[in-house]
């Protein structure tokens, strides 16, 4: 174990997860892991269709078959009400939300839930979905953003209208907003330039890829209360927005988180939930739900396809003056895709006095995209540090130089228009600058080496924690953000730290929403930072607690010695005057009075009862992240196949907690990085089927693929933290795109404007 | 997935009888890579399945230089490259047997059952034919025997009559000189379909140089896997060199009927079968004369 | 549909169960013996998360009919571990943080397991073109490939 | 006096001003002072007496967590920005 840093016990070092034993013999339980007395198995019926209006649905065969328990249909929902709600990350509509979770009268992408089964297995729900009778009236679908976007297209929603810059339209219109960011006068920036590029590029849909599929069982009691466990970023999002669905309080719903075996963004909203829940209460039994692979594909919520337009100018010195982007982004069935974040990010790494962002949220008939790891950033920058790469390219510089030129800094203004805190992008690119990799010379035919920046901002949020004391000196940690890249040790090494006690003496443990006061998602890079905020806030409460308890002790002690001597007896010791350090509290007024961390717990009982320390958050001061990655390849010329021959990823993690898991959260975003870049896309055909629904087809990196991913911490303490943390997961997602677009033409001398680069692609590209 | 019976034959009479009793309504499951995941998918229904995995003869693996090797139809890929002996006498057979799937699939896939599932796109069938195997089929009336280039029909589609299944494959013993290699092009470095495939083999004369027998088989660019003679041609009866190779390749390219797919264009498919056929014969030059092959 | 009796050995234990032909092997596990260790990704062969050993091969379990383990030997993750420890896969994975959400671990660790037994000294290439067939999307393999040659290392020893 | 700046989609209600100085020491009263100069901002920012969902305030580069009542320094700058969620 990796011996602290001088400045702290616990933090920095490596120690083994708590649940770590758990997990490598397969005693964790995840949600498909679930098993309930008298379970039924559950599932939906999807559309084949990616347009159309359901006539009429019959569910008698169905029922009929020997074994189904219950058939459902949006009949059995209540009535969503048209209005917004604070359901999670940010306020979601909740007609659309459900209307998503089971289809009204319009299915607006093939794989649309329009019905479901509870059975005795899963073999005869899935024969009894073949008997279920669906009547369509078929519609043109629309696939694409750009036809999305003309007058003429399809509509998918008959009353939806453009909200043109901020400002209710009544035209009716696939593109749900349009929105934009203005600093400075770019035309005057261009006027001034010497150099101009500009570039527009197309991305595909991609998906999280999560290897556990959404699972979910329910159980709705006689009593009325709804029991629900699942695998999930946030089991209070899931109570929320089932509650809102179901038309229940928020008391009467109890969610359970299992483990979660994945999601990095695609398992916070609700799909099955809400399902099994009806199901459970039609049947008056539990049932649970797992989707298939192909499911996961085709009805859950990967991120956007998008077509997006650079402009960038720059002086004959490097320095950058203007910048322009419009950025299109597929929202799928419903409004609400993160365009807004990649405007803000596209342009973040840099200074740049005059800018112009424009956004585009425009429906398709695709599933309803989610977040996807730093939302829209990945797209955006694949088309600005393409851009950059060129410019540097035209001025005969280096492609790091001309990014250490422009590196935005502490008082530089975003796009969106707050200025930066103290961030450490300039750090990642000098130590890019530095590292041996890049001072290393790229030989040999066919090879390039590739650099690119990225930005997220990372979030706060709410969580809550309470550290109950045992009478050992060792503490259990409730919390109730669910551990998908190790937080839970994270989390405790922050309390040990505090308490001044060792790792192993804190036992964290999950719960859901029963267990513990209201707790953000796992996700938006923040429960290291929040819920390790709410644990450090708890640890001090014990801490207060215990001072308080040791005066009143050590109090009534002085009165006893000095019994009789009367200007003694006068000196009283209050909460303050007790001291704490290297787990031992003392009395400012008596050095001969003190005792440890674990006598104090060990006398509880005599001292005041049970101490319990509880804290929540919901910080401000939230420290933004970059990261700045190099990438050599070979290109092979006949075939158009990318090799990676070296992958390094520098990266601000203002203070890394635990550094193992901060470099895994870095190499799984790389990795996510790569497969979007050169071969992960959704296949669709004409009449918006999904082909390539599996993971044969939809190639996501192996182990063959890809070298060690070697990452760089780079620690510009992040001064909203007791500790210095930023948010890790999920910058690292943002620069693989472009680091490897540009890297590709370096080694072909062509550069690539459309993700994924895959063979055929860059093959086609050679051969022009 | 549709509810189904199971029978474990214990000998190919059984096998037989069984499957011409069901006819189409009835398959063969050997390492069952192709049939679960279909049946399951819902792109096959079946009453009946016979697992043929204890019946001797489709387990045979046996090799001698004389009578060369005989591989029974349910041997899974993983026992095959696992005999040192039959790796070594037949590198050319390892380079497609190694890569069908991930060290999973090749736990349980076998190389009849590739065959039989009949994919255009079947990584095992060009070097099959590369290799001048010989299908030996077990039917109501006996047993017959098919070249293996004459195997598949179509995509998904064979030779194999009602009752009728495949019980070995056959090999001659690689005459002297003789060097081949499969080679297919995919985006991802594993797990993934071929975009396209090629075997190719060939005899040299003494001289090390004159090519007295060449097999160029394509993958993925046909309703079939397809031996392209005129490629060939190309090469038989001179001296190999980068020029007969090239003709080779052009050959084959202009053989190649490839479609546009989620997988790959056209074109792409035109350009790689050129590149491959090329870099195929090559690697079988390069065995031919005794060189081996760093493992991909 | 009548269920089938099938009597198999599971990680050294003889056991019975019935099922029907329809069931995979890894269905029942989960659904039936309430082994819950092997994990389901895709059930279609894709991504390795159902890895067993079926007669010390390494095999997805979503692609073997449970009726045809009669009379075989299957391997699972809850028969890694004695009772006093870890296998040295098991612990190389936590000391190596090689897991992150941990769905994919079985798998992986399973696999390695019939690397090691057939190549006690891979080199990384061959722990990579093992371990293709088992996805990972948390870690970018790294720390798992090199969890695998350092288990390797100290099995050689021991 | 915040400096409040107007985002480019209220500059047409602004006649193109980008920054202007409003007196307050809440986004509500700011809210207000900035309606009486320029007439209809307060429309597109708030909703049923809160602030738009798809609006979220930034008080000296810090995402505002109390709506309307986000307290505001004598000099501190206001943004008006899209709410931001992680993955």
Redesign the interface.
């Known amino acids: 174990m990796a011996e602290a840093t001088a400045e702290y016990k616990v933090i920095g070092t490596?120690p083994?997860?708590p649940?770590?034993?758990d997990?490598?013999?397969?005693?964790?339980?995840?949600g498909?892991?679930m098993?309930l007395t008298g379970m039924l198995h559950g599932k939906v019926l999807r559309s084949p269709h990616a347009h159309a209006r359901i006539k009429s649905i019959n569910t008698a065969k169905a029922e009929a078959l020997p074994g189904v328990k219950t058939v459902i249909t949006v009949k059995d929902f209540p009535v969503a009400e048209d209005r917004?709600a604070?359901l999670?990350?940010?306020?979601v509509n909740v007609k659309l939300l459900s209307n998503n979770v089971m289809a009204a009268d319009k299915v607006l992408y093939k794989g649309h839930a329009v019905a479901a089964v509870a059975a005795t297995n899963a073999?005869i729900a899935?024969?009894a979905l073949g008997l279920i009778e669906v009547e369509y009236e078929v519609l043109p679908p629309v696939l694409d953003v750009l036809d999305a976007m003309k007058d003429e297209a399809p509509l998918l929603h008959e009353t939806m209208t453009t909200?043109e810059?901020?400002?209710k339209t009544d035209k009716r219109s696939n593109i749900a907003?349009h929105?934009?960011?203005?600093l400075g006068d770019p035309a005057q920036g261009f006027r001034e330039a010497d150099v101009v590029i500009e570039r527009e590029f197309d991305t595909a849909t991609v998906h999280?890829?999560?290897?556990?599929?959404h699972n979910a069982t329910a159980l709705w009691n006689e009593d009325g209360h709804l029991y629900i466990w699942t695998s999930t970023q946030g089991a209070f999002v899931v109570q929320r927005q089932a509650a809102e669905i179901l038309g229940l309080p928020v008391s009467q719903v109890s969610v359970t988180p299992c483990?979660?075996?994945?999601?990095?963004?695609g398992k916070i909203s609700v799909y099955l939930e809400p399902v099994a829940a009806v199901l459970s209460r039609k049947a008056g039994r539990p049932v649970k739900i797992?989707m298939?692979?192909?499911e996961e594909f085709e009805a859950t919520g990967p991120t956007p396809a998008s077509h997006i337009k650079v402009k960038m100018g720059a002086k004959k010195d490097g320095r950058l003056v203007a910048a322009e982007a419009s950025l299109m982004y597929e929202a799928g069935a419903f409004p609400g895709s993160?365009v807004?974040?990649g405007c803000?990010c596209i342009f973040s790494p840099y200074a740049i006095p005059n800018m112009?962002v424009d956004g585009y949220d425009v429906v398709v008939n695709k599933p309803k995209t989610a977040?996807?790891?730093?939302?829209g950033a990945t797209n955006a920058a694949f088309a600005s540090e393409t851009v950059v790469d060129e410019l540097a390219e035209k001025l005969g510089m280096d492609p790091l130089e001309i990014r250490r030129l422009n590196g935005a800094k502490e008082g530089d203004r975003r796009v969106?228009?707050?200025?930066?805190?103290r961030i450490g992008y300039l750090e990642t690119v000098h130590a890019a600058l530095e590292h041996e990799h890049y001072a290393t010379p790229l030989t040999g035919p066919h090879r390039g080496r590739g650099v690119a920046s990225g930005f997220?901002?990372?979030?706060?949020f709410q969580s809550t924690v309470v550290i109950n004391v045992n009478a050992d000196g060792t503490v259990s940690l409730v919390e109730g953000s669910t551990d998908?890249?190790?937080t839970r040790a994270s989390i405790a090494m922050q309390a040990a730290e505090t308490l001044g006690i060792p790792y192993e003496d804190v036992r964290p443990t999950v719960v859901g929403t029963d267990g513990i006061g209201f707790t953000d998602?796992t996700?938006?890079?923040?429960t290291t930072f929040a819920t390790g905020y709410a644990a450090h806030e708890a640890a001090l409460d014990v801490l207060r607690q215990m001072q308080e308890r040791l005066a009143r002790r050590w109090d009534g002690e002085m009165e006893k010695e000095f019994e009789g001597q009367a200007e003694r007896a006068t000196v009283r010791i209050t909460p303050d005057d007790v001291t704490y350090a290297n787990g031992v509290f003392k009395c400012a007024k008596d050095a001969g009075k003190s005792m440890t961390f674990k006598e104090v717990t060990a006398q509880m009982a005599r001292m005041g009862g049970p101490i319990t320390g509880r804290a929540t958050s919901?910080p401000?001061?939230?420290g933004g992240a970059f990261a700045t990655h190099i990438v050599d390849v070979e290109v092979d010329p006949?075939?158009g196949?990318v090799t990676i021959l070296r992958y390094t990823a520098v990266q601000d993690a203002g203070r890394a907690i635990?550094p193992?898991?901060v470099?895994?959260?870095i190499?799984?975003?790389?990795?996510?990085g790569i497969g979007w870049a050169?071969?992960e896309e959704f296949?669709y055909n004409d009449n918006g089927n999904m082909?390539?629904s599996?993971?044969?087809?939809y190639?996501?990196?192996?182990?063959?693929?890809?070298p060690?991913?070697e990452t760089i911490l780079v620690e510009v303490p992040n001064p909203g933290h007791p500790y210095g943390v930023r948010?890790v997961?999920?910058v690292p997602i943002v620069p693989p795109v472009a680091a490897l677009a540009n890297a590709i033409y370096r080694a072909t001398g062509k550069r690539m404007t459309q993700s994924p680069m895959?063979?055929?692609y860059v093959?086609?590209k050679l051969?022009e | 997935m549709q509810a189904f019976d199971y029978v474990a034959a214990r000998t190919v009479d059984e096998a037989v009888s069984l499957l011409a009793a069901k006819g189409a309504q009835a398959r063969v499951l050997a390492g069952g890579t192709d049939l679960i995941v279909q049946l399951r998918e819902g792109r096959r229904n079946l009453e009946l399945v016979v697992d043929v995995k204890k019946i001797p003869d489709v387990n045979v693996l046996t090799y001698d230089p004389q009578n060369g090797l005989q591989l029974g139809a349910a041997v899974p890929c993983h026992r095959i490259y696992g005999d040192a002996t039959i790796a070594r006498a037949y590198p050319g057979l390892m380079d497609a047997f190694q890569l069908v799937g991930g060290t999973q699939i090749q736990g349980r896939a076998s190389v009849g059952g590739n065959l039989c599932n009949s994919s255009p796109a079947a990584d095992t069938t060009p070097t099959l034919i590369a290799h001048r195997a010989t299908c030996v089929i077990a039917s109501p009336t006996g047993r017959r025997e098919v070249p293996v280039e004459q195997f598949c029909t179509g995509p998904g589609r064979n030779v194999l009559g009602n009752g009728e299944f495949l019980v070995a494959l056959r090999f001659p013993a690689p005459p002297k000189n003789f060097g081949a290699h499969y080679l297919r092009f995919i985006p991802r470095n594993e797990m993934d379909i071929a975009v396209v495939g090629v075997g190719s083999s060939v005899v040299l004369g003494d001289d090390g140089a004159t090519v007295s027998a060449a097999r160029i088989a394509l993958g993925a660019v046909a309703p079939t896997p397809l031996l392209v003679e005129e490629a060939a041609a190309a090469l038989i009866g001179k001296p190999i060199s980068d020029a007969t190779i090239a003709q080779a390749a052009s050959a084959a390219q202009a053989a190649a009927r490839p479609i546009s797919d989620m997988r790959g264009t056209i074109e792409q498919r035109r350009h790689l079968t050129g590149v491959l056929t090329r870099r195929t014969l090559q690697g079988a030059m390069a065995r031919a004369r005794g060189e081996t092959l760093s493992h991909a | 549909m009548p269920k089938i009796h099938v009597q198999t050995r599971i990680n050294g234990e003889d056991i019975d169960f019935l099922c029907e032909s329809r069931q995979s092997l890894l269905e029942v596990l989960r659904d039936d013996l309430g082994l819950t260790g092997t994990k389901e990704g895709c059930s279609n062969g894709n991504c390795g998360a159902c890895s067993v050993l079926l007669d010390g091969v390494l095999v997805d379990s979503c692609l073997v009919l449970a009726v045809e383990t009669a009379g075989r030997e299957v391997a699972t993750i809850e028969g890694l571990a004695t009772p006093s420890q870890l296998h040295p896969l098991q612990q190389k994975f936590l000391e190596h943080a090689a897991l992150q959400c941990g769905i994919c671990t079985p798998g992986f660790i399973m696999a390695a397991k019939a690397l090691l037994a057939q190549n006690p000294k891979p080199t990384e290439h061959e722990v990579r073109y093992w371990l293709a067939g088992n996805l990972c999307r948390c870690t970018g393999y790294d720390k798992i490939v090199r969890a695998v040659l350092d288990a390797a290392a100290v099995m050689e020893k021991a | 006096m915040a400096i409040v700046f107007i985002p480019a989609m209220l500059q047409p209600l602004t006649g193109g001003v980008s920054q202007v100085r409003v007196a307050g020491r809440t986004i509500r009263t700011i809210i207000n002072n900035l309606e009486e100069r320029f007439p209809g901002v307060k429309e597109r920012l708030l909703q049923d007496g809160d602030l738009r969902p798809d609006i979220a305030i930034a008080v000296d580069g810090e995402m505002g967590l109390d709506g309307l009542a986000e307290q505001v320094g004598e000099n501190s700058e206001v943004h008006f920005i899209p709410p931001i969620s992680g993955g």
């Open positions: 490596r083994i997860r649940d770590g034993a997990k490598v013999t397969g005693r964790a339980v995840y498909g892991d098993r917004m604070n999670g990350e940010m306020a073999h899935e024969e909200t810059l901020g400002q907003n929105m934009r960011f203005l999280q890829g999560y290897i556990e599929p483990e979660i075996g994945g999601g990095f963004g797992i298939s692979r192909i993160p807004g974040a803000m112009q977040a996807y790891r730093a939302p969106d228009g707050p200025t930066f805190p997220w901002f990372n979030v706060g998908i890249g190790g998602v996700g938006g890079s923040r919901q401000r001061g939230v006949d075939t196949k635990h193992s898991y470099e895994g959260q190499q799984g975003g790389v990795v996510q050169l071969n296949v082909v390539n599996s993971f044969l087809d190639r996501m990196p192996t182990t063959l693929d890809l060690m991913i948010g997961g999920e895959s063979p055929g093959l086609s051969m």
